[in-house]
């Protein structure tokens, strides 16, 4: 499957979205993966210049025939943040005519978020495979940054989204946030495979991706033993 995995990281504000000054500043990785023998690819979380994500597949030979979501904050689907309005998924659907993978539990959310419509997204649980071309790609529903965060496994590869970064994870304190249940998925996410390599929803470290039994060993957030030492080291009830 390697040979025809397609997989490209692209940074916002140095492989696309060159010059927004919120993308630049948020450091968002976006994702395409794909099948190179069928060319079929999906975008996962797509924000800030949408045509250019677009173009860059097109230009690999590749065409998208969907968007993967891992949760519905702006800087990963589109929608208003900081007082701007930040591209998306409503642009993306606006271009190509695809369906959007959520999180049964993020469906409302992004809807709300970007305004597109029920019939627009496609609900999965947790388990649930998107195959692209001959391409699996495994659903893991990992809540906690938000109730419908999810995660995807990719040969090997894991795209954490804001669930899981290089070094911390993602904030508990925003709308639909949960320590507890934060708790949970990194502890899921750490029974994975060693040599599974992490792909983090931003460059919040040097490194762009790294192999997870490092990041067990770096991250603070695997430090706790029990969930009480987490909303100890959490400082939360």
């Not at 998208?64 to 904050?73: E, R």
């Amino acid at each position: 499957m390697t040979d025809r995995l397609y997989f490209r990281q692209l940074l916002s504000g140095r492989d696309f979205a060159v010059g927004d000054p919120v993308g630049t500043q948020m450091v968002n990785f976006v994702y395409l993966v794909g099948d190179r023998e069928t060319g079929e690819a999906v975008v996962v979380d797509p924000a800030y210049n949408v045509d250019d994500l677009v173009d860059l597949a097109t230009a690999d030979g590749m065409r998208l025939t969907g968007a993967l979501v891992t949760h519905y904050h702006a800087d990963h689907v589109g929608g208003s943040a900081f007082g701007l309005e930040i591209e998306g998924v409503r642009q993306l659907l606006a271009r190509v005519n695809v369906p959007l993978h959520v999180n049964r539990a993020e469906s409302e959310w992004v809807q709300r978020a970007t305004d597109v419509s029920a019939s627009d997204l496609v609900e999965h649980d947790d388990g649930d495979v998107v195959t692209v071309g001959t391409i699996p790609i495994q659903l893991l529903h990992t809540p906690g940054h938000t109730p419908g965060s999810q995660c995807f496994l990719i040969d090997g590869r894991l795209v954490a989204g804001d669930t899981l970064f290089l070094e911390g994870c993602g904030r508990m304190d925003l709308p639909g946030g949960d320590a507890g249940l934060m708790y949970d998925s990194l502890r899921r996410l750490s029974g994975l495979p060693d040599t599974t390599v992490v792909f983090p929803g931003h460059q919040y470290s040097p490194k762009a991706s790294e192999d997870l039994a490092v990041v067990k060993k770096m991250n603070h957030v695997f430090r706790p033993s029990s969930a009480q030492q987490w909303k100890a080291m959490l400082g939360v009830g």
